[in-house]
Every structure is written in structure tokens, then in C-alpha cells.
């Protein structure tokens, strides 16, 4: 208990800095909630003329790197090495071996694979097993140490960020990142970086949580400085397109074993002026702020009071 305590108190002294939306660069956005559920001062905001929800203060470009390679995986999951119990619990080589089935019905002739945040490592698995080419980047200590000590991709993963990545080029036609965008420090600088150094034919398939099912029954478990920014699919749209990504598939799922809802796009560098997705207009950001209020009212949903998370966060 008191290492979490210890944890909680190291976090509390990092550097905390105030965040423009990403997309609009506006810095003085709406606020929804100024608490997460671990009470930490994070100024949940909605950009008036995006709709992008997102944390408005968070932690610093160096802190943020420091958290997630010592700190995130004990912090959110209080684990500093990869249990068989971990393991079952988690069922992440289900999710792996789902997601790769799924993609492949999409893009059934992808030959080099570049994931981004690879976790356990268990989707590059399954394309090495069908012999692709991988190529991984796990900045985590822990998940990383799992990668090396079991598992036989280990020296196709850099125990790195992706943007420190210095190779002029890298030639893969399939950039995946599961889960990964909504932690990064700038979601730009990881977008322009993948843009800039992959070739015209590349696909790219981004996944992350949906907003716009806020009303999912987690109430305040949905907030946290964890992830900055939340998307909706209008929002993910804007922002890939501002780096030259154009989505030309979209997929939705109410339940993915990670959070109830989620938004999966496939996107390329080709832009055939096919919108898909029209911009939120005023009436769904006024909704969509609605939602999020609702759903952050203390004691309405099970579980997810400041009390409740506080006590959960002492155990051990």
C-alpha cells in the first residue's frame, strides 16, 4: 500500500503544464470536469470548434516519457512484471489475434508490418507467424521485459519512443496503433513522423476509445490523465487529416475488453475527396457535452465516486 501511496505522491510532483488543442492549437477551451477519477487536476476540455475532448492539463513532454517507462503499468494495473494470472486476465493475445483477422479481411496483402506501442507483442506475433515482415516499438519497461524474456520477436522490438526512431526511411505498407494515440504527448508528432517516412502506399489503421459512448456506464472511470486526448470519429478525422491521412474505412465496436466502446479507422495518403465523415456540427458538440456531464455526476453509476477511486487506489 504505501508504494502506491509513494507512486501517487511522486506523480503529484511532476510537472503538470496547461495543453492547446491539438488540432485547432486553441488554448482556452471549454471545461467539463476539473477532476479525474484519481484526482488529479486535469481540466477535462471540449474544443468549441473541433468537438476534440481532451485533458487541458497534463503532465510535461519529459515527465510524460519518464511516467510511461517507469511508472504507467504499475500506476493503472499495479503490476511491475507479466504474471500468468496477467496474462489470462487481460486476454490481450484474444485481442491480438481478433484485430489481425479483422484487418487482414480489409487489407488481406500487406507484407511489412510497423506497430506503434506494441504492448506484449502478441499482434506481431501473429503476423510473424504468416511469415510478414514486423517491426516494433514498446517504450515500457515492463511489457518490453516481457517481450525479451518470452517471446520470439524480441529482436524485431526497439525499447523505444517511435519518434526517436533516426532511420531516413522505413519500408512497411501497414503502420497499426492500437490503444495508442489517445496517450501520445502530440498526436501530430507521431502522425507526421509515420507520414514522413513511409512510402505512398502505406496503410494506416488507427484504434482507439469513442467518446461519443461516454454514457457507457464507467461514469468517472472514463477520465483520466492517462489519456489526453479523447476522440470522437469526427475528431480522429480532423486530425488525421491534417497529416495527410484520409480514412477510408471506419469500424465500431460497443466493446473491445479495454473500454465499452471503441473506433477503429483505416486510413492512406490518398485523397479522392470521398468524405466519409461530415464535421460535429454545434448541436452534436452541445450533446456531447451534455453526455460527458452526465456521465461524470458523482454516485450516479457503481463504483465510481472520488471516494471509491481513492480507496482503489490504495489497494494492493
Known sequence: MFSKIKSYYNITRLNWVKIPCPICNIKDCTN???RDRYLFDIKLSICEKCSLVFTS?????????????KYYRYFYENIDSISHDYLYNSKDYLKASSRFSEIKKIIPNFKHILEIGCGLGFFLNEAKKE??????????????NFIKNNNQIAKYVINDDFLNYSEKNIDVDLVVMFHVLEHLEDPNLILKKIF????????????VPDIDQCDNGL???NYHFGHRWYFSLYSLNKILKKNKFYIYKITKSINDGI???YIRVFANKINNNNELISDGNIDYI?????????????????????LYRLLSLLKY
Open 131 to 144: 511469415n510478414k515482415k514486423i517491426l516494433g516499438f514498446e517504450p515500457g519497461e515492463t511489457f518490453y
Open 286 to 306: 452541445n450533446n456531447l457535452k451534455k453526455k460527458i456531464k452526465s456521465s461524470t455526476k458523482i454516485g450516479k453509476f457503481k463504483n465510481t465516486s472520488y
Open 57 to 69: 492539463k497534463n503532465l510535461s513532454k519529459n515527465d510524460l516519457n519518464f511516467f510511461y517507462k
Open 259 to 261: 473500454y465499452p466502446g
Open 196 to 207: 514522413d517516412k513511409t512510402n505512398e502506399n502505406v496503410n494506416l489503421v488507427v484504434e
Open 219 to 221: 461514469g468517472l472511470m
Open 32 to 34: 467539463l470536469l476539473n
